[in-house]
């Protein structure tokens, strides 16, 4: 019988690393208009290769389909990249860590942080205090 990770690892996981996924998580809801239990789709993800144990993720585009059934193809532009119509956008903020969070899909106002419409954290310290490093733009084919 295959080991479990307990639920309280898991948890800890996403809430110390999870940010860039479960910024995904928020995107894909706004697609899919329903909700997913992001703990089960870590874990899921992990399975795929698409996240690794410590929920870096390998694959944003593979994590995209499974939960919405739509392909998307994801890369990173500089923080001065406005999205387009049909694009979702990922801002990766940096101050002494790097925190991800999704953006409004205009162009950035200052450090960034008015910008913000899903912190995975609430308030991060990194957004209050940092400023915007690069984007990850998510385009729906």
């Known amino acids: 019988m295959k080991k479990q990770i307990p639920r309280q690892k898991v948890l800890k996981i996403l809430g110390d690393y999870g ?5 995904l ?3 894909a809801e706004q ?5 997913f239990n ?3 789709e870590f874990l899921r993800a992990k399975k795929a290769k698409s ?7 390998l694959n944003p585009d593979e994590i995209l389909f499974h939960l919405t059934g739509r392909v998307c193809v994801t890369r990173k532009e500089s923080k001065e990249y406005t999205a387009q119509e049909g694009e979702y956008e ?7 860590f790097t925190h991800f969070v ?8 200052e450090n960034g942080q ?9 308030e991060a310290a990194t957004v209050k205090n940092g400023a915007v490093e690069s984007k990850r733009i998510i385009k729906v084919q």
Do not use: H, M, Q, W
């Open 19 to 23: 940010c860039y996924f479960l910024s």
């Open 25 to 27: 998580i928020y995107i």
């Open 31 to 35: 697609i899919a208009k329903k909700r």
């Open 38 to 40: 992001a703990e089960k």
């Open 51 to 57: 996240v690794d144990e410590e929920c870096t993720v």
């Open 90 to 96: 990922v801002l990766a903020f940096k101050d002494k």
């Open 102 to 109: 999704v953006g409004n899909c205009k162009p950035l106002v």
């Open 114 to 122: 008015e910008n913000v419409v899903y912190d995975p954290l609430g």
